[in-house]
């Protein structure tokens, strides 16, 4: 594997499993202020930043480690490498095709919205 796509992938592991084990830290949390037994769980400290850094460290070691994700990884590299990317000018352009049919788009649906809305009173009252 490439020493590049190696860093990539392990930045993406600690990346990964950061955002897993802050999630566990805010569900616990969530759960705490919803659930008495969560609130007493919480309320030791190796449950509430051991127990998701533990689950964070576990799922980096276990992605890092593991060669069939590190075997998808370099698949993934090398599809990615096949990819055409559109040039700046054509990026450009879409760019705005999308935004100016957006604007059209949201004026249509304001105008529907207000001759509906004035049909709606018109005939309520």
């Known amino acids: ?14 990346a ?9 830290s805010l569900l616990l949390k969530t759960l705490a202020a ?11 400290d190796i449950i509430k930043h051991g127990l998701p850094v533990g689950v964070a460290v576990i799922l980096f ?4 480690f ?3 994700v590190l075997a998808w990884g370099e698949d993934v590299t ?8 559109p040039s700046r000018k054509d990026t450009t352009a879409m760019t705005i095709v999308v935004v100016v049919m957006v604007l059209i788009s949201s004026v249509i649906i304001t105008t529907f919205d207000f001759i509906s809305g004035y049909l709606v009173n018109y005939l309520v009252r």
């Open 1 to 14: 594997m490439d020493k590049t796509n190696q860093k990539i992938m392990t930045l993406s592991f600690v």
């Open 78 to 85: 090398l599809e990615i490498r096949k990819v055409v990317w």
């Open 34 to 44: 919803s659930f008495a037994f969560f609130t007493r769980m919480n309320s030791f």
């Open 16 to 24: 990964f499993s950061a955002l897993i084990g802050l999630s566990l």
């Open 66 to 68: 593991n060669k069939k």
């Open 61 to 64: 070691a276990s992605l890092q």
